[in-house]
């Protein structure tokens, strides 16, 4: 040991310790006390030299041990000498050790008081080091738990950013930076001066605000700066929030970028959830399975995270923008509304004044977008920079610049941007003052303007801007400026792409008379404006008529780059990475191909150019791999779902091996619906294309996977063709002798292809040309997740007419199989009436067991009709109803994560309800039906509806479940959001009146149970507060005679602890053990109530600071608290304290006083 100070001292004083230690060695008994102690300090010594404390020690604390390792040393000295002193061998004799040990002792005459006063040093020496040790080993503890909270914390922050990715891949952050940083400082004042909108923004809540006034709505006219002053409102709110109790949202809507409703809801609460420190137990499930959430998961989710704030400020720009089906939109808003019911919703909104958005905003606050004169100046002035030298010489010519423009924009900021840009090239005062009074009006005028002043300019120049305008204007997704310039850079006859051929971003912008802008924060470029689509869409046939033949030809070029003809890319995952990286363009050209090629008549031979080259069939198969994996954005061909086609990954994986190269085309044909190229290509095939006879080589296919591979020979072209909703194709192919007649194990036909694109009329073409109709899989592959017949399929896609015509052809109406893919079943849980009619008259339905399934399915449907039917089934007992209508209500009482509808219409419920016999008690795996929907974290208001109709039907919700809980003590015990809306409900003096005083098997309260599970959600001192509001005893105790206050001190809950003790709980009670409220508080264990659920260990370290236990203790001692009450342990909370408090601590120093006291 080393501790670089008075290292001689410590070691001096180990070595006599050990050395008198030894000289004690059978010693009389009348010596063994202070022996004893001789020995207790040489372990304490030795503990000190094997903890080896030199790296965590301070100089204070050097500075302690050396003293104490002096005073030791004395002491240890005049004890040694004593001994020495009665030394006094025989040296002529040489006696055993054992006799000469025992003269000595024998002529050791020691006095008692000199010994007790030894063993008086001896302790306090003892003591000293004992404390000093324990001191040294709490730091060192402390040391290590601050690095292992560290790592715990970079560990959440890590899965927490992971979470965010896996919710929503958009990023809003960086279009408020790009559209910020665009906007002219001192423009969009007056609208952060409005009335209205500080009325909306006011973080000093109204009692008689309306929810109508909780929302802004600010329509406007194309280009009147409704963007702009979108950005400008969330860095206001961005500037004014406070963290952790104010939120903010925002979704910037464009007509380039499809998104859906669940990609909207999705974005918002990532960005919610970013503002919180944890993932929210509603996500945690979902994100561990990386599940796929529904619209309701998202609406239960925001919910949550809308109770964690004070206020929830949403901003959402450009509704008009939002390409969502009309009812979507309708839904969007609907569904904000009504969270702003519960919640402290603010939103603010912009729109164009059409598609009736106005309508959805009727009788909320509205606030009109329009140029401001001032603004519009600001902005003009602002942009003047760019002009000739004659115009920055003149401040008259500068007035009169802004003064004309101004006039001219009719409220549009950017046709004053328009005409700006136009001004540019303008050399003279003549020129500029021509232009001034020829400036277009309108929007059409001024882009009609701008592509003159394009096609005026030098041919490379025109060409170049009409290319930029059609890869910006007709591409399916914004690319970004690397795919631009890659695509730009695209060379017909060449067979790679030339890096000089590169252009900068910069002159690609120039050349396009500010039609196009480049966004830097996101790295795209764009058009100007979305009107600028408008426009564009009109007109392209007269301006660019090639536009998208342009781009198909491009990309057929691209993918025929000698880069691509490496084929060993396709099997070796990390050279195909290299690849697509080095190649930019790659994803955009496979994915959308397909796309451009059929917006304009195409030249055939074109398509077979790439077709017959060898490394086209590769990348195009390769990438699509990738786009289903990568989910790519506006990709065209991402139909490779695993919902419904899991086996075209695998199929993908080893085509290379299954198909003779002289068929890739042929497949790609039918892939990219292209029939004239199809016929070519099947003239030119020296064999059947369609022919599943022959053997494919398994020579690469792994042994596990060659029997499927083998199976796989039969997914002709007919496979894709019918995916592809290509009737033309599909005939061909028939005609050509494609096998509709399925001879595979594989559950997935061209028939269920079709089937499930809901493509009737190529399902019904394969019927008629002999496809099996009753086709079902005779084993399970490790690639397939599901039994499937073409029926069952049909009937999931609710196709009456494919149903109709399947049962004309002699279809098995009840195909044996699992029965979660029975047609009859499907047809109920999907709430098919029609379908379910046409079955059920087919069939016999007498079997029991198939009863219940169905009447299951029928309630989770919540079918009114289809439940009225089965409950009339003749054959069936009234005994087996009864108990089958019992089962099926308590499943729609315990949804599964499958389920995310809401659990039943109130109507089907009452049928089931009002079934004679049914009891509304009965009990399923321990609890009753109140239980089951009372616990639960799906759709909270749907299961309060459910409870209440069960408590309408006369159901008790004090009766126990097999844990001897009542709901309410059962809803606050368990690990789910929204316990305070069912708690609320539970204790409704008009509802189910719940027994505040239930106890369950270990005795404790709905009150234990809140108090206990704090820590967990801070709604809970909600809970607590609406509890003892309603009369719950604050001192009623549970098996191990703890009381709710016992819990909250353990946990240090001011609040709480507060609120118990004004409702006069008891202070002093002790426990079974002994151990007070004050005791349990200062002597804290997190595993004492928690166990090893670590989730709670760090969750209670985070939210135990030590000022919050000192505001705890102080409220107890001030309600009379008794320091000095022991335990069974004979431990006060003083020596509880100096256990597990640090030195410094001030609640040793509260508790010292009142001990003193």
Partial sequence: MSFGFGVGDF????KLANTIRKQFKDAPSQFKSISDDVKLLSNVLRDIEDDDPNETLKDPQKDQLNDISRSCTGILSELHAIINKHQSLDKSAQPSIKKVGDRVWKRFNWDQKEI???????????????????????????TTQNGVTQLLEYQ?????????????SLDHDAKQVDFFSRVQEGTGKWLLASAEFNNWVSLNDLADQSEAHRTLFCPGIPGAGKTFLSSIVINHLQQLIRPNDVALAFFYCNFREKVNLNEMLSSLLKQLVRQQSSIPKCLVDPFSKKARLTTSDFMTCLKSMFSKFSKVFIVVDALDECDLPDNQRVKFLSDLRALQHDFNLRVFATSRDDQGIPALFEGCVSLRIQASSEDVRKFVAGRIGPLAACVQKRSDLQEEIITEISKSIDGMFLLARLHIDSLQGKRSLKMIRKALQTLPTGLDAAYGEAMSRIENQRPSEVETAKDVLCWISCATRPLT???????????????????????DIEDLVSVCAGLVAFDEQSGVVRLVHYTMQDFFDRTKDSLIPDAHHRLATRCISYLSFDVFSDVSYATDEHQFERLYGDNPLTEYTANNLRHHIHQQKFDPDLVLRLFRGQGGFHTLMRVWEVSDRRSAPGSSLAFWTTDYFPLFSFWRTYCFQLLPKARWGIFLAACLDLVEVMKTMLEDDAGDACDPEREPDLEEIPEDDAEIARELRYLNPLWFAAFYDSRAVVELLLDCGAYPIDQTSISYTPLTIAIARGNTEIAQLLIRSGADINHQVSKMVHFANRFISPLSLAVEMGNEVLVRCLVERGVITRPRGPMKDDPLGMAALHKHDAIFDILFDLSDNSDESEYHFLLCCAARGGSEHIITRLLERDGITAEWKVSCAQNALHGLSSLDSECNTRIADDAALEILLGLEGVDVHFLRDGKSLLHKCTSENIHPESRIATAELLHQHGADQNIKNEDGQSCLVQALAGDFEFRLEIAKFLLDPNGPQADLESQDHNGRTALHHAVMSLLEQSEREDIVRLLLEKGANPNSRDNTNRTPLSYAAQISHVIVRQLLLARDASVNDKDSVGRTPLSYAVGCNPKELWGHRDEYLKDFADKWPPKRLGKAVEILLSKGADPNSRDHDGMTPLIRAGKNLPEDHEVLKQLQDSVRR
């Fill in 11 to 14: 070691l001096a004083v180990l």
């Fill in 116 to 142: 007790s006063d030894f063993r008086q040093r001896l302790s306090t020496n003892i003591d000293s080091f004992n404390l000093f040790l324990t001191h040294v080993t709490k730091q060192v503890a402390i």
């Fill in 156 to 168: 959440d922050a890590e899965k927490h950013e992971k979470c965010l990715a896996w919710l929503s």
């Fill in 481 to 503: 400026t690397l795919e631009l310039q890659h695509a730009l850079a695209i060379e017909d006859d060449e067979s790679f792409l030339d890096g000089d051929n590169i252009s």
